[in-house]
Nanobody, 127 residues
Framework: QVQLVESGGGSVQAGGSLRLSCAVS????????MGWFRQAPGKEREGVAG??????????YYADSVKGRFTISQDNAKTTLYLQMNSLKPEDSAMYYC??????????????????WGLGTQVTVSS
């Protein structure tokens, strides 16, 4: 089992920055893929940034809409996942969720089959 708790959300003006954190507890050694997702009212949940860290192999990937503005990172102990968000836009407003998937070897960027989810943290960007 893996538990995830997000923090760092808030309200910011367009062009501003926020850093989200996701505290990871439980059987963290088993986690391979982790990701940040978001869901705005009336819209489907979408993947924002992904991180793969397993057996010495580390990779990151991003949705096109955030490339060059968002950066995902993880501490070496796999206890915290971060999302640095710069140049924020009103369309970035959403509930942001952290998710984790244990034990999968790298087979490419994916937004599917994440077994564990946090409760989310709200990000609001005003114009």
């Amino acid at each position: 089992q893996v538990q995830l708790v997000e923090s760092g959300g808030g309200s910011v003006q367009a062009g501003g920055s926020l850093r989200l954190s996701c505290a990871v507890s439980g059987y963290t050694a088993s986690v391979s893929y982790m990701g940040w997702f978001r869901q705005a009212p009336g819209k489907e949940r979408e993947g924002v940034a992904g991180n793969y860290n397993y057996i010495g192999d580390r990779r990151t990937y991003y949705a096109d809409s955030v490339k060059g503005r968002f950066t995902i990172s993880q501490d070496n102990a796999k206890t915290t996942l971060y999302l640095q968000m710069n140049s924020l836009k009103p369309e970035d407003s959403a509930m942001y969720y952290c998710a984790a998937s244990p034990g999968r070897l790298w087979y490419g960027p994916t937004w599917s089959d994440f077994a564990y989810w946090g409760l989310g943290t709200q990000v609001t960007v005003s114009s």
